[in-house]
């Protein structure tokens, strides 16, 4: 799978933000190198004001000075003594010490062995111009002003204008120096908006493609989901909805695949619903048709069974005559049942009276059996003594009564 695949399959916001991260890598690309660029150009100004264009002051001012001690050796030479010579020759010590000075800065800003070697020059020269300085003295205090005409115009002079001519080409070849370093600068920093441009274009060129590309790899499916959807909505399920995307766009897909064959099913359904009601409407018209032939015949049988209703009217009448007649027997007996019931209500009560006699004969009858029952048992008591005196019997003859009298 390769990655165009890959970043097709993925979702719509891991591709933006690969698309947005690759934009922003460029971007700081882009800066950076700008920025670089730049902070070269900036140091190698900054170099040239700093170092070259100093250096150049401090050559030119040394040069200055060397000519004005030159003029200064030349005249006092020529005066001689007296006030306005003897105030040359201290200006002139004291810018000996400024020359001094200058060519130490000089020579420590001297950084490239051309140059270094271009000072050692110059510093040579000072020296052979200094070292005429004991002739021209002897000279002038001697008197021989042609021998020292000759030599200030002859070795002393072509001796100045080496000295002089060789600063020149120390601040000639500083100066050209500066110059091949601010055009390298000009050339860093057109080279660097060349690049720029060149890299914000290759930017602009990539975000262009990558958005068309990103652009199909969405509006693609979708426009293919919406014909199908376009299709459903016609009413046309046979054509298959295919996941040929990733990410929301496969998902929208499988989505309307999932959709389309749900309606499918659902169709089916459908389809044998309506078969089952055809055949149920079938049927029903087959009932329908018995129902009315059924009908029909119920209706014979209604004429039937009205003409027996007549007839039943009129048995029903004679049987109301009976009914009227069955009435007065129901209430004359209803007459007698009553009369019977005051007849049983006084036998109750007689049978009442005749139980209320039963239990008082029962107690007259207890009454006897333990009057009875007290006479076996004195007449055993009789049996059982021994026989006693006539008193004794007569006492026993007589007592039998007693109970008689009890009661």
Do not use: C
């Not at 002139?92 to 051309?114: N, T």
């Not at 000072?126 to 008197?143: C, N, Q, V």
């Not at 008193?391 to 009564?401: D, N």
């Amino acid at each position: 799978m390769t990655l165009t695949q890959r970043l097709s399959n993925t979702r719509i916001a891991t591709r933006l933000g690969v698309a947005l991260g690759l934009l922003m890598l460029l971007m700081i690309g882009v800066s950076g190198y700008s920025v670089k660029k730049l902070g070269d150009a900036t140091a190698v100004i900054e170099r040239l004001t700093e170092n070259e264009t100093r250096t150049m002051q401090v050559v030119g001012e040394w040069k200055s000075l060397v000519e004005i001690n030159v003029l200064r050796i030349v005249t006092h030479s020529r005066l001689g003594t007296g006030d306005f010579p003897d105030q040359l020759m201290k200006d002139y010590a004291a810018d000996s010490k400024k020359i001094d000075a200058l060519q130490q800065g000089v020579e420590a800003a001297m950084d490239s062995p051309e140059l270094k070697a271009q000072y050692q020059s110059i510093d040579n020269l000072r020296k052979a111009i200094l070292g005429y300085g004991p002739k021209i003295s002897e000279f002038r205090d001697t008197g021989d002003y042609f021998a020292l005409e000759k030599l200030l115009d002859g070795e002393f002079e072509k001796a100045r204008r080496d000295y002089i001519a060789a600063i020149d080409g120390l601040q000639a070849a500083i100066a050209e120096r500066a110059h091949k370093a601010f055009v390298a600068a000009q050339e860093d920093t057109q080279s660097a908006a060349i690049i720029s441009i060149v890299l914000v274009a290759a930017s602009l060129v990539f975000a262009a493609g990558f958005g068309w590309w990103l652009s199909r790899s969405i509006s693609g499916p979708i426009a293919s989901v919406v014909q199908h959807a376009r299709t459903i909505a016609a009413g046309d399920l046979s054509t298959d909805v295919k996941v040929t995307a990733g990410g929301e766009a496969g998902e929208l897909q499988a989505a309307l695949a999932e959709m389309q064959a749900s309606l499918r099913q659902m169709v089916l359904q459908v389809q044998q619903a309506t078969e089952n009601i055809t055949t149920a409407s079938a049927e029903i018209a087959t009932g329908n048709q018995d129902l009315s032939a059924r009908t029909e015949q119920t209706a014979s049988n209604l004429q039937q069974t009205a003409s027996s209703m007549e007839q039943l009217t009129g048995t029903l009448s004679q049987s109301a005559d009976s009914a009227h007649q069955a009435t007065q027997l129901a209430h004359t007996a209803a007459e007698a049942a009553q009369r019977g019931g005051q007849v049983v209500s006084q036998v109750v009560s007689t049978m009442d009276e005749i139980n209320a006699s039963s239990k008082k004969i029962a107690d007259i009858i207890g009454v006897i059996d333990g009057i009875a029952f007290q006479t076996n048992i004195l007449a055993l008591n009789a049996a059982v003594r021994p026989r006693r005196s006539p008193t004794s019997s007569a006492s026993s003859t007589a007592s039998p009564s007693r109970p008689t009298s009890s009661p």
